[in-house]
T-cell receptor, first 113, second 112 residues
């Protein structure tokens, strides 16, 4: 099955800086990954996804990089804002149908003004 | 669209009591999921339902049962609550076109 973990449990950055949140996975057969953002007291919200046939995908102020060689993906947030403060989870597809996801433990991002 | 809704938002139970957590989605999604989230851990899948009439176990199904009442609703039942089931429970749904899951706001359950 999939095992997804994060390198750091917390990350603190200054407003305006770029943030990088890392994630490692164990199942080389995983072909789909998602990043979620969870604000305090709320459910996770989709940020961006990437398929294994891609190395990079960009959204609005966010970029996800996938390195299949070392089974690592990262989420980059440009010009981090106070509203970006949240817990960020990576999730990998467990394989098979039914779209089951395995979630990492999360990284708490704190943006300092 | 309300998306995914969950009731109740908060619940306190005594050990041995039973209760049902309700979840509904108005996005006409086929797949629905129940997760629990504990401090310092990610979301762990309890049960899921790929379509109306089917349910399957996830990673941590012990102590729980589910019912896919219809396409909209997917309930999670604790028959005899235990302190180890103190957690935040999230329901999610997926339309199947892409793999994105949409989450509800969660139910915070405390078992004393």
């Amino acid at each position: 099955g999939e095992s997804v973990g994060l390198h750091l449990p917390t990350l603190s950055v200054q407003e305006g800086d770029n943030s990088i949140i890392n994630c490692a996975y164990s199942n080389s057969a995983s072909d789909y990954f998602i990043w979620y953002k969870q604000e305090s007291g709320k459910g996770p919200q989709f940020i961006i996804d990437i398929r294994s046939n891609m190395d990079k995908r960009q959204g609005q102020r966010v970029t996800v990089l996938l390195n299949k060689t070392v089974k690592h993906l990262s989420l980059q947030i440009a010009a981090t804002q106070p509203g970006d403060s949240a817990v960020y989870f990576c999730a990998g597809e467990s394989g098979g149908s039914n779209y089951k996801l395995t979630f990492g433990k999360g990284t708490l991002l704190t943006v300092n003004p | 669209n309300a998306g995914v809704t969950q009731t109740p938002k908060f619940q306190v139970l005594k050990t041995g009591q039973s209760m049902t957590l309700q979840c509904a989605q108005d996005m006409n999604h086929n797949s629905m999921y129940w997760y629990r989230q504990d401090p310092g851990m990610g979301l762990r899948l309890i049960y899921y339902s790929a379509s109306e009439g089917t349910t399957d176990k996830g990673e941590v199904p012990n102590g729980y049962n589910v019912s896919r009442l219809n396409k909209r609703e997917f309930s999670l039942r604790l028959e005899s609550a235990a302190p180890s089931q103190t957690s935040v429970y999230f329901c999610a749904s997926n339309g199947g076109v892409v793999n994105e899951q949409y989450f509800g706001p969660g139910t915070r359950l405390t078992v004393t």
